[in-house]
């Protein structure tokens, strides 16, 4: 009885599987050195599967933030992309549709350079990770903080490697109901880059064939999605363009719906009915001038 | 002796409940009529708790618990999920991942072991690997085929759930590069999923099954970029090729005849330069539906929905006792179960179910709500807008998520009050978590 009673008590008290997701920050090189270049990645790991990530990764004045990127992550979606700022934080926000779980996940990156030799301390504060339930629950968050050490003399660093890929190519999708936009039609778009990262997008309109761009270029300007179509009629081809943080670009075409406009129809049938009525006065003047 | 009759009375209030849930179980080689349930075997869960074997020896009040279900029933017993394994052919090694094997009613992986052969069936030499979801084969010889499982175990070593076979070929080591100069730094403690060059195109194959004749439609990085037609045996196959090296998340479902899509299933991977990387032994979760939006309370409801074909299904209806109920697939897929709704309290439930054919067990798919109350509705055909779908088209994707991106944390009105989806008068993480989690592409 009394062995049955610690087995059972054995078999109550067993830990249950614990579930959660662990925020884990990773540089590379580890050997670092004053005026080196480290690159620190943040990473997940949770065997649930979880859809959405926010939090905010600090670091110590020892350390000078040259970029953030999202090259490579498992995010294709942000609310809050990684960007550096003059404070010492940069908040991130995403979301994975479909979910994530698995093993050192890729959020996003971060590029250092040591300021100066001694300690050098990042963490990620405020994290917060749901689960892909369908509800949003909330999955319990541990942050495993980064700390190395910066040696006097300089290490070599990282070197950042060469990235000749561009953007993975997407699609252009048309939302045409949106109060959003006070009901003008917009484009949605979105890209990852395996890489560097996607750096901005870019868009251009243009009603001129490809074959004569080249005497007649495009031009592009910065845009982010959504895009309201500047021309509503449709008639123009909108090109996006996603361009990576090496220049690489991936470009994607919103096709024309129309050939011409309905303004452009309505004047085009008025002179056409202009042409037809003044045939007819110039044949039956033809034909009253018939003796 | 006050103390003995309260055991009595605890234990035949305890299992008089299942016998009301258990079922004849039949084969062709034999057949049990009136199961008897013991104790053993009987495994209680909630969020917070777990009892595993016999409730009888513990003096009352000790085991206690703010919500407590106690699932009892002749197919009242725990499983697991089939991972879904991925091997990419590296210099001299493969590398592997898969997904996470999910248990339930008492089942929870805490390891896993790979098994390697170089013949296709095995016997394969088995590594264990611990609670990770990827891993190296390395010291292989460049060329030659490696098949590759995954066992997942439990927390004494019983292998739980295997997955589908998964083969690779890794390739010879290169020659020496060029001298450069510079550093391209230590490997250190650095990694994870990063390919530290950026240079050529990978591509990758997905098999499994899903419905006969269904479409199967596969997302990377959230956007469709494949929709195909499964055989009539259910199986499917897509290749993708000039793709880059790097991380992905790759998700599929399925939509069967009638239009309803079963639940994502999602899977990083991490694509190699030059490599093939398989993913095979993928199991679309069943779809499901009823006849009825609202169902009269003691009327039946006819639970169907679509599978591989001659699966086991297992349908859980979400309510105050879970039950658990058993069908069988057709020769197409289809499977129907009559549920009699006279147990069932008034109110809101969830139906939800998943599939077992040839070894391989399926996650569960995306749950069907319905209620019970004091007069039958039937469910209409399509329903249009459904969660997370803001514009009405049908799918969730980047125009839904634009919509719900305008709302974040603005003041709501209009759509704005649909797109707050967790109806907490904000749109936060939360929703776009919800709306991720309905994700169609």
Known sequence: MRNFLLTSFFVLTMPLSASAATFTLSATPQDVGA?????????????????????????????????????????????????????????????????FSGMRGQIFTILFRARAAGKASIAVSEGEVLRNDGKGTPEIVISNPLTFTIAKEARGGYAEPADTTPPEPFSVTMGNDASETAGSLYLVFATTDKGSGVDHYAVAESRVPVFLQRFLPLSFATTESPYVMRDQHRTSAVYIEAVDRAGNVQRAVFPPQYILSWPEVTVLLLILIAVALLFVVVIRRRYSSLP | MR?????????????????????????????????????????????????????????????????????????????????????????????????????????????????QSTTSGGPYSFSSVGNVLSATASSLTANQTYYFIVRAHDSYGLTIATSSEVSAVPTAAAAPPPTQSGSLGGGGIGGGFFSPVVTGTASANFSGRAYPRSTVTLLKDAQVVSSVAADANAMFS???????????????????????????????????????????????????????????????????????????????????????????????????????????????HSAKSKAAVAGEISEFGQAVDFAVGTESITRQATKKCGIGDLNCDGKVNLIDYSIMAYWYHRPLSGRGVRADLNKDVKVNLTDFSILAAHWTG
């Open chain 1, 35 to 99: 005026g080196d270049l480290v690159r620190v990645d943040v990473l997940i790991d949770s065997i649930t599967p979880v859809n959405a990530f926010s939090g905010i990764v600090t670091y110590g004045a020892s350390l000078a933030p040259i970029s953030a990127t999202d090259g490579n992550s498992i995010v294709p979606l942000w609310l809050t992309p990684p960007a550096i700022s003059s404070a010492p934080r940069i908040p991130f926000e995403g979301i994975v549709p479909g979910g």
């Open chain 2, 3 to 115: 103390t003995k009759r309260a055991l009595v009375l605890a234990l035949a209030a305890l299992f008089a409940a299942p016998h009301a849930f258990a079922q004849d179980a039949t084969s062709s080689s034999y057949q049990i009529l009136t199961p008897t349930l013991g104790a053993s075997g009987a495994y209680a869960t909630s969020t917070n708790y777990s009892l595993l074997g016999t409730i009888g020896e513990f003096a009352n009040s000790t085991a206690t618990s703010s919500s407590f279900g106690l699932n009892l029933g002749f197919v009242a017993f725990p499983w697991v999920t089939t991972p879904v394994i991925a091997a990419t052919g590296a210099t001299n090694a493969a590398s592997l991942s898969w997904t996470a094997a999910v248990g339930a009613l008492g089942y929870s992986t805490a390891s896993y072991s790979i098994g």
């Open chain 2, 238 to 348: 897509i290749s993708l090729s000039n793709l880059s090296a790097g991380n992905f998340i790759f998700s599929v479902y399925g939509e069967d005849g009638s239009g309803n899509r079963s639940g994502m299933l999602s899977f990083p991977v991490s694509l190699t330069a030059g490599a093939t990387t398989n993913i095979t032994g993928i199991f679309i979760s069943p779809t499901i539906s009823t006849d009825k939006e609202q169902v009269k309370r003691g009327d039946n409801l006819v639970i169907f929905g679509q599978s591989a074909p001659q699966s086991s299904v297992t349908i859980t209806v979400n309510s105050d006792t879970e039950l658990f109920l058993q069908s069988k697939s057709d020769s197409i897929g289809a499977y129907l179960y009559t549920l009699d709704t006279a147990p069932l309290e008034l109110g809101s």
